[in-house]
């Protein structure tokens, strides 16, 4: 089979909607000058769109008209490379997906350890901030998590009891195992959520043991972030 032949089987299969990068496609190397080539023409006759250099997306048609990706998707190849996740989405995006707050930033967040990710495509735009550890497909969501206690004070229009239940919620959907690499990737990050998310571990009746972790910590120090009312073990990990 040819390599245009080849791209067209894959794209083919592809649902309508979804993005993808060359990588995707199973090139050979030898064969980059023929698959560019290839991809040009499933551009120029409309069975593919370029989100960006080597960022595509095949369209979804419907009686309206073609239609793009939704945000989550056109951003999705940002956040991985070679097939291995090196990214998420934080700061205020993360916090409205979350339910924390109704507000919608004009940028998005990324965080990555390994790689800057910018992205200025039509409306959408992102800035790169750098992630506490790397991120694998088996901790980007528990890395969302610290994230939020981290800058838990600056989330706009937050209901800080109505947090307390959610992230508590989050907690609890979590297995021992999870749980564990929660608190291991918490050691990355300042003494301050390692204390909050101690409280909150704690309130959830954890079966982890929380003993060396909370050796972690100054017991001297003290953190501000006005949950005592809302979080009935905030004072024992000298939170007010």
């Known amino acids: 089979m040819g390599v245009t032949q080849n791209i067209q089987k894959q794209i083919s299969k592809l649902a309508e909607g979804t993005t993808f990068k060359y990588e995707q ?10 698959a560019a080539k290839a991809i040009e023409r499933l551009i120029a006759k409309g069975v593919i769109k370029r989100v960006s250099t080597g960022v595509f997306y095949k369209p979804k048609k419907t009686v309206f008209g073609e239609l793009k990706p939704n945000e989550d998707e056109l951003i999705k190849p940002y956040l991985f490379e070679k097939g291995k996740r090196i990214a998420y989405i934080t700061g205020t995006s993360l916090y409205n ?8 930033p004009k940028s998005i967040k990324i965080a990555s ?6 992205i200025s495509n039509g409306s959408i735009k ?3 901030v750098k992630s506490y550890v790397d991120v694998t497909d088996s901790n980007f969501y528990l890395l969302e998590f610290l994230d939020t206690l981290k800058d ?3 989330i706009p229009d937050l209901d800080k009891s109505s947090a307390i239940k959610i992230l508590s919620k989050k907690l609890q959907e979590l297995n021992p195992t999870e749980t564990k690499l929660l608190v291991k990737c918490s050691l990355a990050y300042p003494p301050r959520v390692r204390g909050f998310l101690g409280a909150l571990l704690e309130n959830i009746k954890t079966s982890v043991n929380l003993t060396e ?4 910590l100054n017991p001297l120090s ?3 972030y006005g949950i005592e009312n809302s979080l009935s073990t905030a004072k024992n990990w000298n939170i007010k």
Request: no cysteine.
């Open 126 to 128: 992102a800035t790169p």
């Open 25 to 34: 496609l199973a090139v050979e190397p030898q064969e980059f000058v023929a």
């Open 152 to 154: 838990f004070k600056q």
């Open 113 to 118: 350890r390994i790689k800057r990710i910018t």
């Open 213 to 216: 972790f909370r050796k972690s």
């Open 222 to 224: 003290e953190y501000e």
């Open 97 to 104: 997906r979350l339910g924390l707050t109704t507000q919608i």
